[in-house]
């Protein structure tokens, strides 16, 4: 393991000076003395602990806090580090008597820096989990756009191999509010929770959420960094426990960031050895035909069915998830990126164009994206691809089934329903697709689990009707989805955000990297068209194997 960062524990001398939002229960119970020593290999195995958010037996019991501590500007990711620990020295010595709770202290920086960058400038025990979430849309945030979001450790996670449920929503939403914006749990879920998890995608169970123990929010013109801290005594981890914990992972902390990383340096990017795709060319002919046939077909309801591909690569060296993050980031206006790695996992990390949805309280938004066209070379190719795009029967059936499919979920919950633009190209550098934008007003923001539960999967990754598509692509596929084409994102208090887990890959642990790109079967439909399609959605990782600079839009920003 790297060497630990060392950090000043000096009580900062304005601590009166704090800014404090919080939500309180005023039922304190006796404090539980919890001794620990300081051996480097207990705080190692200390800092791996994570309290399962999902083990308690009322999801609804309201916490005994939820508080953010906003301290003052510092100028650098180490005087920052230094009042954060300051701080915890704080909560230490000055113990909470709540039997239950979740404290975030944050620490304004006076630098713009990447959040990826400081996520890749640590280097981290593999007991450590990490995440990073970059929407298409910056949030406002502190009167500022958050751009991005990077994270380790766990203050609390939410993870099981059952299907989530109503109960796991509560669970996570308890530890969550409006006061405190920041505190959020990052994660994702499974396409198929009813499907067998095959053994790279044990470490994520079905669904895995963390709130970061220690987080790094970028900010258009500035930065912060922040710890959290949450504990449960029902749930078995008691507040001497939780800052103990977060002591310990507090000393892998580095405030030395690596900004400005050559993603195109021949050293460091992997050579492509070789590549499997499950199913091979022929298979998939074959897969594509069976459902021409059962689409076709007067006995089958089937009008749609998304058949998705996996690619096994080997390399000549390990392959760092989050150098492809960033070099996908340069191809990344318009798209959200993500990475979710869940304690000694690999990371499943990606660059998709498709909103599930996103909640704002009562305003709930949603993308209708189907059908794909290659961006052309010149301009003028380009809009003649984009017209062929909009014009063509075939691609804008399938569209007109994704679209029309989330219409109708939205109208079931929603109390008004707008659709604007009904039909529109939105252009990526590499493709483009059709589009649409769903908005709605939900009646209260519990709806917001039926939100969750009825809009995924849609028929862009799944197909129509979904029962129908889902079982036909259990039946045909060899390999499993895991958490490709699922969920991925984050709830919050007083917004939440998901996006579509597509243009996906599982990379890292031993695996190489394990490609997922997906395509949509209607009538009229090619098997030769649709593998062009699916080596066209791959390209963006299989060019980082062949060292090509990534692909910036044509004539500056992709179009809607």
């Known amino acids: 393991m790297a060497s630990l960062a060392k950090h000043c524990f000096a009580r900062l001398t304005d601590m009166e000076s704090v800014k404090s939002s919080k939500v309180s229960s005023p039922n304190p119970i006796a404090r539980h003395s919890v001794h620990f020593d300081n051996h480097q290999k207990y705080y190692n195995e200390l800092s791996s602990l994570s309290m399962n958010g999902c083990q308690g037996d009322n999801p609804r019991a309201p916490i005994g806090t939820i508080e953010t501590k906003t301290f003052p500007m510092a100028p650098t990711p180490a005087s920052a580090a230094d009042r954060l620990n300051s701080a915890i020295y704080d909560l230490k010595s000055n113990p909470s008597q709540l039997e239950s709770g979740i404290i975030r202290l944050e620490v304004p920086i006076d630098e713009h820096i990447e959040a990826l960058d400081w996520l890749r400038s640590q280097s981290l025990d593999p007991l450590l989990p990490r995440s ?144 499997t795709h499950f199913p091979n060319q022929i298979s998939w002919e074959l897969a594509v035909n069976k459902a021409l046939d059962s689409i076709k077909s007067k006995d089958s309801n089937l009008t749609k069915v998304v058949l998705a591909r996996s690619s096994r690569v080997h390399t000549n060296a390990e392959i760092d998830p989050l150098m492809w993050l960033e070099a996908l980031k340069a191809e990344g206006v318009n798209s959200y990126q993500f990475c979710v790695q869940p304690p000694e996992a690999p990371a499943f990390i990606g660059n998709t164009p498709e909103r599930l949805f996103y909640r704002d309280q009562l305003s709930v938004t949603s993308d209708a994206l ?123 208090g007083e917004e939440s955000e998901f996006a579509v887990g597509i243009r996906s890959a599982l990379v890292g642990k031993d695996i190489g990297a394990i490609l997922y790109a997906g395509t949509g079967i209607v009538e009229g439909s090619q098997p030769a068209m649709e593998w062009k399609e699916l080596e066209l959605k791959t390209s963006q990782f299989t060019k980082l194997m062949k060292r090509e600079a990534p692909r910036m839009a044509i004539s500056g920003q992709p179009q809607h």
């Open 132 to 275: 990073y979430y970059s929407g298409r849309e910056s949030s406002i945030v502190h009167q500022e756009k958050l751009v991005g979001v990077a994270g380790f450790g766990s203050a609390v996670s939410f993870r099981h191999l059952d299907a989530f449920s109503l109960n796991d929503w509560h669970s996570i939403k308890r530890f969550l509010s409006k006061s405190s914006p920041l505190i959020r749990a990052y994660g994702g879920m499974r396409f198929d929770a009813k499907a067998n998890i095959s053994p790279e995608w044990q470490d994520f169970a079905s669904f895995y959420f963390m709130v970061p123990q220690v987080e790094f929010d970028e900010f258009e013109g500035s930065s912060m960094i922040a710890a959290t801290v949450a504990w449960d005594n029902r749930l078995s981890t008691t507040y001497e426990q939780a800052v103990a914990a977060l002591e310990a992972t507090m000393r892998q902390l580095s405030s030395v960031i690596k900004s400005n990383i050559n993603n195109n340096s021949s050293s460091q990017q992997p050579i492509m050895l070789d590549q």
């Open 370 to 492: 189907a059908a794909t066209r290659a961006r052309g070379s010149s301009e003028a190719l380009d809009l003649q691809i984009g017209r062929d795009l909009l014009s063509s029967p075939k691609d804008h059936h399938e569209f007109a089934v994704v679209r029309e499919s989330i219409r109708r979920k939205l109208e079931a919950i929603c109390s008004s329903t707008i659709v604007e633009p009904n039909k529109s190209l939105r252009k990526l550098p590499r493709i483009q697709h059709l589009y649409a934008k769903l908005t709605g007003t939900l009646e209260q923001e519990d709806d917001e689990f039926k939100i969750l539960s009825s809009l995924h999967p849609t028929p862009a990754v799944c197909g129509q009707p979904m029962e129908d598509a889902r079982v036909f692509i259990i039946e045909t596929e060899s390999f499993d989805r895991g958490y490709y084409a699922g969920p991925v994102g984050w709830f919050g």
